[in-house]
């Protein structure tokens, strides 16, 4: 039996649920197996043969069978265990207290839901009116690690394996530079820390491109780049993968340990072991529910994936109170976020004309729910990527969604192949024009072999034309597709160069035909700046951005002349904008259409009437500077904060890079802190922020200071609120949510 077909199969016929007990029972024999080898796939090989949510759903099923039927329970029902055997070629380690499994939340009410179990729980525990306090931390996505230490060196680092179970990988794990070999500070004499080793997102992609570079098949994601690190027979294959480390709690120990959960992990922060920044406390479960929301939005802030956050119960007496059922501890349940990867049917490639003219593939797929999301294209970026990969025709694909990111392929479920699946061999003619194309030496895409695509440069004018754009009146598609055919027009500017003799004796065209079209065009060169900036289709310029870049140039030369950093200085331009811009004017022949346009007298500067960006009020307190907040500020929250730090002429951003001018930190500040320290930004505290806005401090003080050490008094209760959005990428996703 192939799983991960069977399991897609399985996923169309578990709702509604069975009506008859043979039903059920004959559906509950068939969801074993699958659910059995997703896990093994999963939890051996680091594998995902489908996206976790239709995991949680195959697995769902099979547990609601079960509660339903209890005659169906079988002893060796997948949904009695936690993760996988442990691999033969490891030794074993029986861990002293098993590490479990954790329930799930997938939202608030969930989480709510928990919470009022927990209260119930602790029901004779609680003092009136008592709401017991909550950690929570983010769920790092890579495999669970138990690290022995004994008088503070690093005796054993076992993986969770079935729980009660697990692999040897001490060697390994002595090779992983971001764990300490012998602890710091006075630890207990034998402590047992458990942790997440994971990957990196930028050394994840390191690693892919030197496998690429290797000839190598890339890995499918970060958590499967750990996994496979860590479980090698090989430590200086481990050492060579940058693998790192949270601990997230603290196992069986010898010696004492505070008595709440939050207090473990800064006793473990200070014995050297990394302990993630981004966690916090919470009176209450709606402070708890905020944080989880938050971060389901800035997930991809970070340089690493996390699949949820997870919520304690804080003080280790209530735990043991709360205990757990059979593989999972009451006090704790992971919130989850939506998936973004899931798996389905490659049906078809097809290529489309991209808008600069090259050629892209797309993944036509049997549509998928991906995040709550139907996905039924994604990209295979180009040809290169789908025979590193080795994508074929009527695979089984994982296709991945992030954030604002355009749905991709990520590879192929090699398993579930059948050999039907065809090999892919790029076209050698243009799917639009059937012109002959090819890829040029050291180019990943393909292009027409004698210069442009006909049907792009048809596309092209009928966008110059559109209403948004240069508005042409009269000139729709059937005159860009003549124009374009008949060699009339070779490029845009040849459009202001036709004439009444031109025009006459083409198909359909009178006098008053052509009339109309040439006073469209003669209107057309007098158009808005923005407009006709829009109109030149330069790829993530949309009317928006043309507007924003237009406000702060005052004419197409200006623009031309703009370097990257202060196209990215502007609001609303990212650093994706800023770069197709630059790289648009840099081309020469984009140059030469430019005095195309200029000797045609279309005008190229901004109009009296087309807004102005305002330039910043240079008295004011923070003009001009841009800021990031980080951690919990002790009296402001972030909207307070943001608010009065605009109202001084101020920008807040979301992350750390070379524009910023200065970090304001709190409470728990995370990475942005590490990042603000290698760049070299200047950091102070809240006090130091509330003087610069009341004028009592000037820039001068702070700037030029080395980085202020003012703490933070802690706060516990305090909710992180997302960041705002940087620059935006651009408006357009290119033609793949519009070709629908
Ligand atoms: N795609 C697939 O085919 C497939 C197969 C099996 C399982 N899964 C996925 O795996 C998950 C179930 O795996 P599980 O049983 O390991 O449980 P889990 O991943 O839901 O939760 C337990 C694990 O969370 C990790 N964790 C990360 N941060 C933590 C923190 N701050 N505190 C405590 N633990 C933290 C630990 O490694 C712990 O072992 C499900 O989400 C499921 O979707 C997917
Ligand atoms: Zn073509």
């Known amino acids: 039996m192939d799983v991960a077909r069977a399991a897609l199969g399985l ?24 659910v059995r080898g997703l896990a093994r796939a999963y939890y051996t090989d680091g594998q995902s043969l489908v996206g976790d949510t239709q995991y949680d759903r195959l697995f769902g099923a099979l547990r609601d069978l079960e509660a339903a039927h209890p005659a169906l329970r079988t002893p060796d ?64 996505d890579g495999l669970a690690l138990a690290l022995t230490y004994e008088d503070g060196v690093l005796v054993r680092a076992a993986t969770r394996g079935n729980g009660r179970v697990g692999e040897d990988v001490t060697p390994n794990v002595r090779t992983v530079r971001a764990l300490p070999l012998r602890l710091a500070d006075t630890p207990p004499a ?37 996994v496979g690190s860590l479980r090698q027979l090989d430590p200086t294959v481990t050492a060579g993968r940058g693998l790192d480390f949270w601990a997230y709690g603290v196992g069986p120990a010898e010696g004492d340990l505070p008595a709440r959960h ?18 916090a406390v919470f009176d209450d479960v709606e402070a708890a529910v905020q944080f989880c929301q938050a971060w389901a939005g800035r997930r991809d802030s970070l340089d690493y994936e996390i699949d949820g956050v997870v919520v304690k119960v804080d003080r280790l007496d209530y735990q043991g ?31 489309n004309v991209g808008r600069t003219g090259v050629i892209k593939p797309l993944a036509i797929l049997d549509p998928v729910d991906v995040g709550g999301v139907t996905v039924s294209k994604a990209t295979l970026h180009n ?41 892919y061999a790029p076209p050698t003619t243009c799917p639009a024009c059937g012109e002959p194309v090819e890829r040029a030496e050291g180019e990943v895409d393909l292009r027409h072999v004698s210069g442009g695509c006909p049907a792009q440069l048809t596309r092209a004018v009928e966008h110059f034309a559109s209403r948004n754009a240069l508005d042409v009146d009269g000139l729709g598609k059937k005159i860009a597709v003549l124009l374009v055919e008949t060699g009339l027009v070779g490029d845009l500017p040849d459009l202001y160069a036709l004439t009444a003799e031109d025009l006459m004796p083409l198909e359909g065209f009178k006098e008053k035909k052509v009339q109309n079209l040439l006073t469209g065009i003669e209107a057309a060169r007098h158009r808005p700046l923005a407009r006709l900036l829009f109109g030149l289709g330069i790829r993530h310029v949309g009317e928006t951005v043309a507007r924003d870049l237009v406000a702060h140039h005052a004419s197409l030369d200006a623009l031309a002349a703009a370097t990257g950093e202060e196209l990215e200085a502007i609001d609303g331009v990212g650093p994706v904008v800023a770069e197709s811009v630059v790289a648009w004017f840099s081309d020469d022949e984009n ?101 610069l806005l009341d004028g009592t401090a000037t820039l001068a003080d702070v700037l030029p200071a080395p980085p202020d050490a003012e703490e933070a008094p ?27």
């Not at 290797?214 to 994601?221: D, F, R």
């Not at 939050?262 to 966690?279: K, M, N």
């Not at 205990?323 to 939506?338: C, D, I, L, S, Y």
């Not at 802690?714 to 629908?740: R, T, V």
């Open 591 to 691: 140059r030469r259409a430019v005095e195309r346009l200029r000797e045609r007298g279309v005008n190229l500067e901004r109009l009296p009437d087309e807004p102005v960006a305002t330039p910043p009020d240079e008295a004011a307190p923070l003009a001009g500077v841009t800021v990031v907040l980080t951690g919990t500020l002790p009296t402001l929250t972030r909207p307070e904060a943001k608010v009065q730090i605009e109202a001084a002429g101020g920008k807040v951003t979301g992350s750390v890079s070379k524009k910023t001018g200065l970090v304001v930190a709190g409470e728990a500040a995370g990475s942005k802190l590490a990042k603000a320290e290698e760049l070299g930004v200047p950091t102070v505290g809240e006090p130091t922020l509330l003087a």
């Open 262 to 279: 939050s207090a473990v992990l800064d006793a473990v922060a200070s014995w050297g072991v990394p302990v993630s920044p981004e966690r």
């Open 321 to 351: 109170v709360l205990g757990q059922v059979a593989t999972a501890p009451r006090w704790a349940v992971a919130f989850k976020f939506p998936a973004r990867e899931a798996t389905t049917r490659l049906l078809d490639i097809e290529h």
């Open 714 to 740: 802690a706060d516990d209760a305090a909710a992180a609120a997302p960041p705002d959005d940087e620059g935006g990428a651009g408006e357009e996703q290119g033609d793949l949510f519009g070709a629908a």
């Open 383 to 423: 040809a290169d990527y789908i025979t590193s990969r080795d994508v074929r025709r009527g695979d089984l694909v994982v296709v991945k969604r992030a954030g604002d990111v355009i749905p991709a392929v990520v590879g192929p479920v090699v398993e579930a192949r059948d050999g039907t699946e065809e090999p």
């Open 190 to 226: 034998r402590v047992e820390v458990r942790g997440e080793a994971y990957m990196r997102r930028s050394t994840f992609e390191a690693l892919n491109e030197r496998l690429a570079e290797a000839g190598e098949k890339p890995l499918a994601n970060p958590r499967n780049g750990a």
């Open 11 to 34: 996923l169309d016929r578990i709702s509604p649920p069975p009506a008859t007990e043979e039903a059920a029972a004959a559906l509950a024999a068939e969801l074993r197996p699958v």
């Open 77 to 140: 029902s997948p949904t009695h265990r936690v993760g996988g055997a442990p691999l033969d070629r490891f030794e074993k380690v029986r861990h002293p207290v098993p590490l479990l499994s954790l329930g799930n939340a997938f939202d608030a009410d969930d989480l709510r839901a928990w919470y009022e179990r927990v209260l119930k729980g602790l029901d004779g525990v609680l003092d009136e009116g008592e709401r017991p306090a909550l950690a929570a931390e983010l769920k790092i």
